[in-house]
Nanobody, 119 residues
Framework: QVQLVESGGGLVQAGGSLRLSCAAS????????MGWYRQAPGKQRELVAT???????TYADSVKGRFTISRDNAKNTVHLQMNRMKPEDTAVYYC?????????????WGQGTQVTVSS
């Protein structure tokens, strides 16, 4: 029904920048929340940033001030601008979209994209 396609992952040096993008397509009337999560080897998946349809954002403390999340509601697209990156940012990053469906919220995930930061 809904597919999330991610792009922008790769290898970057510490202090550098990457921009991740995720486009949702399919049976979409609205997306309440879009976000980015990441999972490093041997660690739990953690929330990186979220943004509501109204533009309200949240960030993990570890990325606050360095990462910026944004979205284009008309295009059902979310971006994550990552600046001043650190080796600790190395992880698989997953795009998320939460869609209302009556009394339920349905959660969709992208395939994940590898981000590697070298020191």
């Amino acid at each position: 029904q809904v597919q999330l396609v991610e792009s922008g992952g790769g290898l970057v040096q510490a202090g550098g920048s990457l921009r991740l993008s995720c486009a949702a397509s399919g049976s979409i009337f609205s997306i309440a929340v879009m976000g980015w999560y990441r999972q490093a080897p041997g660690k739990q998946r953690e929330l990186v940033a979220t943004i509501t349809s109204g533009g309200t954002t949240t960030y993990a403390d570890s990325v606050k001030g360095r990462f910026t999340i944004s979205r284009d509601n008309a295009k059902n697209t979310v971006h994550l601008q990552m600046n001043r990156m650190k080796p600790e940012d190395t992880a698989v990053y997953y795009c998320n979209a939460d869609l209302p469906d009556g009394r339920y919220t349905r959660r969709y995930w992208g395939q994940g994209t590898q981000v590697t930061v070298s020191s």
